[in-house]
């Protein structure tokens, strides 16, 4: 009775029996919360795990890099002073436009005396050609008669005193006499054979080496102002190719020389986005297959392009495009040739190729590694 009688007063009060069920309620309650909120971390993993799937379709092969472009730095040839600047950064010039020109003052002067030489060397040729004139025949002619006639004269002379110291028994004329008679005879028949032969010189006219030794001189001085023509030529800088002006290194009064660049000129065409693959997806692509460019500034404009260069060789993947899982990973370059006449693209900038890949049911699959 009295164990009943507690029982009830117990209940009365709220006991032990109540408190013990709200405590198993309570349970209860933060059990199923803990329920709730691991399935919505395993919902929003399986969403994000099938977003990140579906971006990364093996449909399409994404990769990053940068656009890229041939440069060529254009210097004189000589060195003198800058006379001209034609253009400016930014400006696009075509194949063989002037760009530069040098002081050409001094090269002109010396082109000028190349040309006088040329024209002595001419007429000097052309007396040779000519051969002797008819009155230098007719010169030669005359003074071969007066050495004769010098000759005669001194032999009538030697002969007369000769006869003179004969008969006077040798005292009218003197030793001394005698020698200077001797030799002023032998002086002019040596005279007169020297006419003789300027007289069939100049009927023979000039040696065909003579001839031969002036042409070749034209021919040098011809040369040397082919030469300085050259020079000249050279003193204009012209553009070797269709580009773009990138940098303006020299101004007029600057002396340009052969290893200071004037310009540094940017090559669009052929312009192409330098890549890198991972070696798991290097089978996935070859040269030629076509591939979509993307850019930030025009991220709904796709520009078409395709793939040319694989390099054969491993690399570590460059500072701007790498991510912190690939940081030490090897991949290859690649590079996707671009067609792009809006001139968007700029040397440099970040771009992301899309590469399309073959799906199972593709008729050239077969023709893909």
């Known amino acids: 009775m009295k164990e009943e009688a507690i029982k009830k007063a117990g209940e009365a009060d709220g006991g032990p029996g109540k408190k013990d069920q709200a405590r198993h309620s309570g349970l209860m309650t933060k059990k199923n919360m803990l329920l709730l909120a691991g399935a919505a971390i395993i919902a929003i993993v ?15 092969l994404v990769l990053y890099g940068n656009v890229d472009i041939r440069q ?11 006379a001209e600047m034609r253009v400016q950064e930014g400006d696009r010039v075509v ?37 002797t ?13 007066a050495a004769r006639a010098d000759a005669d004269l001194a032999a009538q002379q030697l002969r007369r005193l000769r006869d ?45 080496e003579d001839i031969s030794q002036a042409e070749a001189q034209l021919e040098v001085s011809r040369a040397n102002l082919a030469l300085l ?37 940017a090559i669009t065409n052929p312009k192409w986005v330098r890549v890198y693959i991972r070696e798991a997806d290097l089978g996935l692509i070859k040269p030629g297959m076509s591939a979509g460019v993307t850019i930030d500034s025009y991220p709904d404009r796709s520009i078409e392009g395709r793939i040319g260069y694989i390099s054969s060789v491993a690399e570590f993947t ?52």
């Open 133 to 145: 004139r008819p009155e230098e025949v007719a010169q030669a002619r005359a003074e071969v008669a």
């Open 229 to 265: 023509k050259h020079q000249l030529s050279l003193y204009e800088l012209k553009a070797p190719i269709d580009a773009v002006v990138r940098s303006r290194l020299l101004e007029p009064g600057d002396m340009a020389s052969p290893q200071r660049p004037v310009y540094a000129l």
């Open 46 to 60: 399986g969403a994000i795990w099938y977003f990140s799937r579906q971006q990364s379709s093996p449909e399409e």
């Open 318 to 369: 460059p500072k701007t495009v790498q991510t912190e899982e690939l940081r030490t990973s090897l991949v290859y370059e690649v590079r996707v040739y671009v067609d792009d006449p809006k001139d968007d693209l700029r040397l440099g900038m970040p771009a992301t190729a899309h590469i399309p890949l073959p799906g199972p049911n593709d008729k050239n699959l077969a023709s893909y590694p």
């Open 72 to 82: 060529v730095s254009l210097a004189f040839n000589g060195s003198e002073r800058v």
């Open 95 to 131: 194949a063989d436009q002037v760009l530069a020109k040098l002081d050409t003052r001094t090269l002109a002067l010396q082109i000028a005396q190349a040309e006088a030489q040329i024209e002595v060397q001419q007429q000097v040729l052309l007396r040779l050609k000519h051969g």
């Open 164 to 208: 003179i110291n004969r008969n006077s028994g040798g005292q009218a004329v003197s030793q001394q006499d005698f020698d200077a008679a001797r030799a002023r005879r032998t002086v002019t028949r040596a005279q007169l054979e020297t006419r003789k032969k300027a007289l069939q010189l100049a009927r023979i006219g000039p040696r065909q």
